[in-house]
């Protein structure tokens, strides 16, 4: 099994004219395969009705987020977070796939007991390990979006995995 370190929530960054659209893995890897990259970069797509779409293997080093990719994992959530925030169930369905993740990757432990350490990142966050020389490029991107709280999510995950009979929505 590839070894993981972080988990990194994008946006798709699909929308105009303050509308967000329900971006499929099919079209985001016809845009990556445009790009000149073999397949989509993230590891999953994450629709409006929380439907998770696979993408690119987790096997496969994903294409991401530069100069993290070997030890990173990948959502990206369909929409626009700049332009509307994650719908319930696209939330839900993040924070359950998130968990399930940290399972498998064996970085429940760390994740509770180090929560500055941002095994749980948006992407825009990058810039918080390059300060800390934990990353060496910095990026422009505001991923998962401006109107994703990445606290909030880290602090729903956090209260699951504490208390996993707790309901995801609050």
């Not at 070997?70 to 929409?79: K, P």
Request: include cysteine.
């Amino acid at each position: 099994m590839r070894r993981v370190e972080r988990i990194v929530w994008h946006t798709a960054a699909h929308g105009r004219d303050g509308q967000a659209f329900d971006t499929t893995a099919a079209q985001i890897d016809q845009w990556h395969r445009e790009r000149g990259w073999k397949e989509i970069g993230y590891n999953v797509v994450i629709r409006f009705d929380g439907t998770i779409e696979p993408g690119r293997d987790p096997e496969k080093i994903p294409a991401a987020v530069r100069g993290l990719n070997e030890t990173t994992y990948h959502l990206c959530f369909s929409g626009h977070g700049d332009i509307a925030p994650l719908t319930p169930q696209q939330l839900e369905s993040g924070v359950r796939h998130t968990i399930e993740m940290l399972q498998r990757y064996g970085l429940v432990e760390r994740f509770l007991a180090e929560p500055e350490a941002l095994i749980v990142m948006g992407h825009r966050e990058v810039n918080e390990l390059v300060r800390r020389g934990l990353a060496p490029i910095p990026t422009t991107k505001s991923c998962p979006g401006r109107l994703v709280n990445m606290d909030m999510v880290r602090k729903l995950i956090r209260a699951h995995l504490v208390s996993p009979r707790r309901p995801l929505s609050g």
